[in-house]
């Protein structure tokens, strides 16, 4: 795993951190766990114009596990998605940073969350969407759709519905990865169950990968074999540690306890000072985007910017070949769902406060400055 690859997700380990603490409350363990998980996806691997938040053909992340959205917000910040001073008051009243995320297409966030499962749900759903549009129009349509789930999440009722349909329908167009932490709020996860997650959802049709999740190698040759599955949905169940780079105020470890889900590390054992200097930060100034990260994502950005550009001229081309298909697509793009009254309305871009602008591609870089 390379240096700078780590040191983007103790960047967001940091961040996410930085935010529990600052905030006096929410849920630090698992966003550190899983900062390796989402640096790569997001860096190496997902689809999207960042000029473009709601383009159609984008891949689709959806968050199962509500409470690590300080995962979520960290990753988008390094995206551009939030000014810091966004990240400074996280869960605070009228911010754009709630403790459980809120759908936010223009900062990324792609579904509301909080309610265990249904982020899983939501995934399977827009998966057979997506299929439903290229059965109809052709992989020129085609896009991925990324599931993150915890252990309380593949626990709940709602996901066994949504795993087995997903799993007998065959949606090869799903990657979800399973942050395995073995801890669950309260408790350890072995006094509370003992299924077999792999074999549940092999028994469902599933392709199951199972990987050590803080593993960045590891991580990159999941995804790879989940991209290269096309006829099953892949779940890659990562192995992670709950809040991972902790320390007490000795300097010591205090990693895989169960107290680091849903408090400060302060008040669960840890030092934060302590912490975020054995990550690499400035305990003094934490809520910082290290130079070689920022330069790092400066570069993801534009890669990902060219890549939307090839795919939308091809987009094009196609509909130029296609006009009537095009003229469909546009139509299965523009409607949603029934209203109560049995009407259907065109969905309007997230309305956001005035107060708290998307920061702008142009001003990538600026947007840090509080
Ligand atoms: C449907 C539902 N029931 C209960 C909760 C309360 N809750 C929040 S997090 C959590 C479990 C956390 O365990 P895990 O998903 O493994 O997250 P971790 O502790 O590893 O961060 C529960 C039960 C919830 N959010 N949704
Ligand atoms: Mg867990």
Known sequence: MSNLSLRCADNIRILAASMVEKAKSGHPGGPMGGADFIHVLYSEFLNFDPTDMAWPLRDRFFLDAGHMSAMLYAQQTLLGKYYMDDIKNFRQWGSPTPGHPELDVQRGIENTSGPLGLGHAFGIGAAI???????????????KTYLYI???????EISQAAGRIAGHLGLGNIVMFYDANDIQLSTEVDDVTSEDTAKKYEAWNWHVLTIPGNDHDAIRSAIRASLAETQRPTLIIGKTLMGLGTRKADGSMFEGEVELHGQPLTGAGGSFEKTVEGLGGDPSNPFQVFPEVAENYAAILEQKKTAAKKRKTAFKSWAKENPALAEKFAFFKLVSCPTSTGQRFKPSPTTLPATHPVPCSATWGARWKT
């Open 150 to 156: 915890s252990d309380g999440g593949v626990q709940e």
């Open 129 to 143: 969407a997506e299929r439903f549009l290229a059965a109809r129009f052709g992989e020129t349509v085609a896009h």
